[in-house]
C-alpha cells in the first residue's frame, strides 16, 4: 500500500471538502452591503463588521452612506443590508414605522456606550473643584470661566449657527436662566471653531464649558467629562419648545440619543446565525471608540486603517463579540 499516495488522495479529498463547506456557506450567506457612513466612527464600525462577515463566509461590498440618504434607501429598497450607527432622535417615528411594519430590523439597539450630547467641562477644572459636577453647581461659578471679551460674565459654548443643536442651546441658556446668573452665549463660528476653543483652554490650562458630543476623538483626546444637567423634563418640552428654541421651556437634561444599528430583510432573514448573534453582541465601549478616533485624527488614519489597528490591538473587547472559530478566522486575516 502506498502511504503517500493514500495521504495525497486523503489530503487533498479534506481540502476539497473544506473549499465545498466554504463555498456552501458564502453562498448561503451570499452578498451583503453595509453602509460606509460619512464620519469616523460609523466608518470604522462598518470596516469591523466588514471584517467578522467576511470571517462568516459573507461576500461584502461597503457603499457610501449618510444618515437619511441610507434610511431611506434601506426602507425603500433594502439596500444596503446593513447600517452600523444610524443616529435616530430626528426620525425616531420613521425608524418605528419601519421596523413595524417589517421592512427593516434592529440588529442593535444601543451599539456604543456613553453616547450622547450634553454639557462638557475639562478634567483639570474638576481635578481644580471637585464639586462642579452639575449644572446647577456649575451656573453659581460664572468667574471660574469669564469670557475672554467681557471678563465679568462666564462664557458658556454653544454650537455654531446653522447647527440643529444652537436652537437646543439657546432654549436651554434661556431655561437655565444663564444670563442672569452671569453668563454669556457664545457662538463659536464653526466645529474648527468650537474645537479650538477646547483645544486651547486644555493646552492654557484655562477652564472650559459648554456644548459636545460623544463619541468624539476631542473626548477622547482631552478626556472631557460630562456634567449632570438635571432631570429630563419629558419629550412634549424636549420636542416642542427645547429643539424649536421655543420660549418658556423647562429646563432639562439633554435627550437621551437614539443610535441603532439597522439591518434590511436580506440580511435578518438569509444572514448567518453567527451574525445576528454577532450584532446584538457587538456594543462598543465609548472610551474604546474614542481611543480610535483619536489614533485616525493622529495617523490620517481610514476606517479600514483603524479596523486592523482596533481588531490587532483590542482583542479583550471584539473577541465577546463573536465565536472562537471566526475570532480565529478574523485574526488569520490581519
Known amino acids: 500500500m502506498n502511504i503517500k499516495f493514500i495521504t495525497k488522495v486523503f489530503g487533498a479529498t479534506a481540502t476539497a471538502f473544506l473549499l465545498m463547506f466554504s463555498t456552501a456557506s458564502n453562498a448561503a450567506c451570499g452578498k451583503i452591503t453595509i453602509a460606509d ?15 467578522m462577515l467576511e470571517a462568516m463566509g459573507c461576500e461584502i461590498e461597503l457603499v457610501a452612506g449618510s444618515t ?7 426602507n425603500e429598497t433594502g439596500s444596503p443590508d446593513v447600517a452600523p450607527e444610524i443616529w435616530a432622535n430626528a426620525m425616531a417615528d420613521l425608524v418605528d414605522s419601519a421596523v413595524g411594519a417589517g421592512r427593516l430590523h434592529i440588529g442593535n ?4 456606550s456613553g ?3 450634553g454639557w462638557w467641562v475639562l478634567p483639570a477644572t474638576l481635578d481644580a473643584h471637585p464639586e462642579l459636577t452639575s449644572a446647577e453647581a456649575i451656573l453659581a461659578r460664572p468667574d471660574l470661566f469669564p469670557d ?9 459654548h454653544g454650537c455654531p449657527a446653522g447647527w440643529g443643536c444652537q436652537l437646543s442651546n439657546q432654549a436651554l441658556y434661556d431655561a437655565f436662566d ?22 486651547k483652554a486644555s493646552e492654557s490650562g484655562d477652564n472650559w464649558f459648554g456644548y459636545y458630543w460623544n463619541p468624539t476623538s476631542l473626548v477622547g483626546k482631552y478626556d472631557m467629562q460630562a456634567i449632570d444637567m438635571g432631570s429630563y423634563a419629558g419629550d412634549d418640552n424636549w420636542v416642542g419648545c427645547v429643539a424649536v428654541a421655543s420660549t418658556g421651556c423647562e429646563a432639562s437634561s439633554w435627550i437621551n440619543s437614539r443610535v441603532n444599528t439597522l439591518l434590511s430583510d436580506n440580511m435578518y432573514y ?21 481611543q480610535m478616533l483619536v489614533w485616525m485624527e493622529d495617523t490620517g488614519g481610514t476606517g479600514a486603517d483603524a479596523s486592523v489597528e482596533f481588531l490587532s490591538s483590542h482583542g479583550d473587547v471584539w473577541k465577546a ?7 480565529a478566522s478574523v485574526e488569520a486575516s490581519l
Open 37 to 51: 457612513m460619512n464620519w469616523a466612527s460609523a466608518s470604522l464600525m462598518a470596516n469591523v463588521d466588514k471584517a
Open 68 to 74: 437619511m440618504p441610507t434610511f431611506t434607501s434601506m
Open 109 to 112: 439597539i444601543a451599539p456604543m
Open 115 to 117: 453616547l450622547g450630547e
Open 148 to 156: 475672554k471679551e467681557d471678563p465679568s460674565m462666564g462664557a458658556f
Open 178 to 199: 444663564m444670563e442672569a446668573k452671569g453668563w454669556k452665549l457664545i457662538d463659536p463660528g464653526s466645529a474648527a471653531g468650537l474645537d479650538g476653543s477646547i483645544a
Open 270 to 290: 438569509n444572514g448567518p446565525s453567527d451574525a445576528m448573534k454577532y450584532f446584538e453582541a457587538r456594543t462598543w465601549p465609548g472610551s474604546v471608540m474614542n
Open 321 to 327: 463579540w463573536v465565536s472562537a472559530d471566526v475570532a
